[in-house]
């Protein structure tokens, strides 16, 4: 911000007290219109402490906080991106897509994801799920720069296809506390962590040493339901964002033994300190307090005919909390938590939906 020269008077220095021209002219006793007083012929403070008193009890004006970004995962396609947006009626500003992690050779380029994808895409920013590792890679050989130079044709191939200054946010080995994935490092495959951790050092440090590698951003994307995340910290100076994934599934319709069919019980388990575990939603969202980094909702969604109350609490929760964004897993891949295709199926939840994140008025 500028430096400010003198002020031409003593009320416009109430820090946002009252910054309007005609108000300031007003309480200092001139007509709306008339100039301020140059200093020389200004009113003595004796005079004005009564009214610089007097504005000190107004009461302060609530600034909104920002709305968190709103993003979307397509299954890597911009049709159901556009879908999406038109059933809502509103663009995103973020679309989530995935690396390849079955060979280096696809792994290595952004470009059929950057251009043939999401070569449409405007103004929506890209965040990239890319793991530290593929299928068939190992920790033990991440740290010893195996596969820095995959890492480094990725990294140049990400920066070629977003031109601009903006942060581009990458989710490295995205639910790494889990062990589904081959990069995962939760349940039977804890012992690796120490090698994660020295992997994703080295990892940082490439991606960040590219032509342009200071606009990458780095999220500690973990999920619900796996292990403890947080001994998988690499540490403050190589994380940039912590981001969380949740899933609600009823229950009845298979989900988790810990989950339940009551939206407002499945959400109060994943906020509340008494919840089923300590890293759920509302823990990860206090250790990213602790660590002074921004939190954000990577991948979120709902399943099922009742869903509107966990939509409408998760609404209050990044509106409640300053969130930075979230995105919705639109997808019927891994999840069925589709919402554009499923009025008719599904009507309480999608109308929840459109109503928390959707243009006003369209329903």
């Avoid at 200093?39 to 402490?49: A, D, T």
């Avoid at 639910?175 to 939760?186: H, K, Q, R, T, Y």
Wanted: proline share 7%; net charge negative.
């Amino acid at each position: 911000m500028d430096e400010a020269g003198e002020r031409p008077t003593l009320i416009a220095e109430m820090n946002g007290v009252c910054n309007h021209a005609q108000c300031v002219a007003t309480f200092a006793g001139s007509e709306i219109g008339t100039p301020i007083p140059s200093s020389p012929s200004r009113p003595s403070l004796r005079r004005r402490l009564p009214l610089l008193a007097a504005l000190a009890l107004l009461p302060a004006i609530p600034v909104p906080a920002a709305e968190p970004l709103l993003g979307v995962y397509g299954g890597n396609s911009m049709q159901r991106v556009l879908d999406f947006e038109a059933w809502l009626g509103r663009p995103v500003d973020v679309i989530l897509c995935t690396v390849d992690y079955h060979k280096w050779e696809n792994y290595r380029y952004a470009d059929w994801l950057s251009q043939t994808v999401y070569g449409e895409r405007g103004d929506r920013r890209l965040v990239y799920d890319v793991p530290i590792i593929i299928q068939g890679a190992s920790y033990a050989e991440a740290k010893t720069g195996a596969y820095d130079d995959h890492w480094r044709c990725l990294a140049e191939s990400i920066v070629a296809n977003n031109p601009g200054g903006y942060d581009i946010v990458i989710r490295p080995s995205h639910e790494m506390n889990g062990e589904w994935f081959a990069w995962g490092v939760g349940g039977s495959k804890q012992e690796q962590i120490p090698d994660f951790i020295a992997s994703w050092r080295r990892f940082h440090g490439v991606f960040r040493g590219v032509k342009g590698g200071e606009r990458f951003r780095f999220s500690f994307s973990t999920s619900e339901g796996a292990s403890d995340p947080r001994p998988m910290w690499p540490g403050d100076e190589y994380v940039d964002i912590v981001g969380h994934d949740l899933y609600w599934k009823p229950k009845a319709m298979g989900g988790e033994g810990w989950e339940t069919n009551d939206p407002l019980e499945a959400w109060e388990k994943r906020v509340s300190p008494h919840g089923y575990n300590e890293w759920a939603v509302g823990g990860m969202l206090a250790f990213a307090k602790a660590k002074g980094k921004p939190f954000q909702i990577d991948e979120w969604g709902v399943w099922g005919l009742n869903g509107g109350r966990f939509v409408e609490a998760m609404a209050a929760f990044l509106r409640d909390n300053g969130v930075r964004s979230h995105t919705y897993w639109n997808s019927d891949a891994d999840y069925p938590g589709e919402l554009h295709q499923r009025e008719r199926e599904w009507p309480a939840t999608t109308e929840a939906f459109k109503a928390a994140f959707g243009k006003p008025g369209v329903r």
